[in-house]
């Protein structure tokens, strides 16, 4: 750099110094420095020319060879347009890596722009959904119309996947998750989940199946059992008879439950809703299981303390008072002799409660969390003593999914448990 420069102040310098001689001379000294001046002002704007040619044609690569100041201007011009290049190649690499990882993703790929236009998809996607070049720019909306996935969009609450049909192929399932990114930008991951589903569909099927295939014998065999112990005289025979009649019954309670958690699982939700009356419902469990707790010396109590005006909920009655009773009845079960359950009705400005407590002997905090998966026990002694199948509150959590509320479970060890049901209140019935 200092070197062009030097060589510039050596170049105006001889131009001046020779302007000078030429004005002694002369004796025109004004007309020949102002010539020196404007030899030195025309060379530069040549320079200038030759930069904007040399900028503006692009097949000319390499910098045109000068001296001086406009040979380092030449030369770091050219540094950086080759280092811009490079910069370039390099992001045009990386962009074919990212185009041919996601056209090798078997999910599809959907990038939305701020207005929720299409603005890139992967080969996965325009098979699972259509889309073509032309249709670069339009809005997502013209190409998957299905109401559910409108709504979806538009509500903006994406913290749960949508489950659709294919909008090109009926038997295909497909499941859209958006993630919102950059500025208002969207991100469209499509799975085809049709083989999952079909798995899980055979799952149901597989249960509901055994189940209802296995009612009839065992009703049959259940009831030889109960004559033949009925008529029984022969005394080594009353226990292994009074044993196969426990385990039977055992045995069909477990087949009723299986069925009722397959419908739960087969029959969409929704179905037969009407307004339930819920205090009339929970009085009505109370009165069925009053007998059950009197067995055990127990108090079972209904309080209800909602608004004078009685609750009602749009939701199916059967479903809810399944819910309810098996809460109910697990308390009376596990609770001891002479034990406490009171069962409990309040509102607040959102939601209604129904909770069921009990003073029995409580579970350990540790299997709280899995309370509600099928089969788990907390004890397997303690259940095959009470004849529990492990099935009531998967039942319990598939009903109070289908009515959007949940269970809520507090426990203490040595003092009790409560099963909380939260509704969320409805608009006016
Ligand atoms: P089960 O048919 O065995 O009662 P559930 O799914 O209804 O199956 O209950 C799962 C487990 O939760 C039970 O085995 C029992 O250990 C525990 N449990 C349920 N309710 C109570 C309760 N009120 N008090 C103590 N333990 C309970």
Redesign the pocket.
């Known amino acids: 750099m200092l070197k062009g420069f030097s060589t510039e102040l050596q170049r105006i310098f001889l131009l001046c110094l020779s302007g000078f001689v030429l004005g002694l001379l002369t004796d025109q000294m004004g007309w020949s420095l102002f010539l020196s001046c404007s030899l030195y002002i025309g060379w530069m704007l040549l320079k200038m020319r030759q930069l904007n040619r040399w900028l503006v044609d692009t097949s000319q690569k390499e910098a045109p060879e000068t001296s001086g100041i406009w040979g380092i201007i030449f030369d770091n011009i050219y540094q950086l347009q080759r280092h811009q290049e490079k910069e370039k190649e390099n992001l045009q690499a990386v962009i074919k890596r990212v185009q041919e990882i996601s056209s090798a993703l078997k999910d599809g790929i959907v990038i939305l722009n701020e207005k929720g236009q299409l603005d890139f998809w992967n080969p996965a996607a325009h098979r699972m959904l259509g889309f073509s070049t032309k249709d670069q720019g339009q809005s997502v909306i013209n190409f998957l119309r299905h109401p559910k996935f409108v709504s979806y969009f538009e509500e903006k609450k994406y913290d749960e996947p949508l489950e659709l049909p294919s909008p090109r192929f009926n038997s295909k399932q497909l499941q859209f998750q958006i993630t919102p990114f950059g500025n208002a930008e969207k991100l469209i991951v499509v799975r085809d989940i049709t083989q999952l589903n079909n798995l899980e569909k055979m799952r149901q099927d597989f249960i509901a199946n055994v189940s209802h295939e296995l009612r009839t014998p065992l009703t049959v065999i259940n009831g030889y059992v109960e004559t033949l112990s009925d008529n029984n005289s022969t005394p080594q025979w009353n226990k292994p008879l009074q044993q196969m009649l426990q385990q039977g019954k055992r045995m069909s309670l477990l087949i009723n439950d299986l069925l009722v958690l397959s419908k739960l699982e087969t029959t969409e939700a929704g179905q037969n809703h009407k307004p339930v009356n819920i205090e009339q419902l929970l009085t009505v469990i109370k009165a069925e299981t009053d007998i059950l707790a009197q067995e055990k010396q127990q108090i079972l109590g209904l309080v209800c303390n909602n608004t004078t005006k009685p609750l009602f909920y749009l939701g199916n009655e059967k479903e809810l008072h399944s819910a309810f009773s098996?809460?109910v009845i697990?308390?009376i079960?596990?609770?001891q002799k002479e034990g406490k359950i009171t069962i409990l009705l309040w509102q607040d400005n959102h939601h209604f409660y129904v909770s069921?407590t009990?003073n029995?002997?409580?579970?350990d905090a540790q299997?709280l969390p899995r309370?509600?998966e099928r089969f788990?026990?907390?004890?397997a002694s303690?259940?095959s003593e009470?004849g529990?199948?492990?099935?009531?509150?998967?039942i319990?959590k598939h009903v109070l999914l289908r009515h959007y509320a949940e269970l809520k479970i507090t426990?203490e060890v040595g003092k009790?448990?409560s099963?909380t049901c939260v509704f969320g209140l409805q608009e006016k019935l």
């Open positions: 098996n809460l697990n308390a079960k596990y609770t069921i009990d029995g002997p409580g579970i299997h309370l509600t788990y026990r907390v004890d303690r259940n009470t529990g199948t492990g099935l009531g509150l998967a319990v426990s009790g448990s099963f």
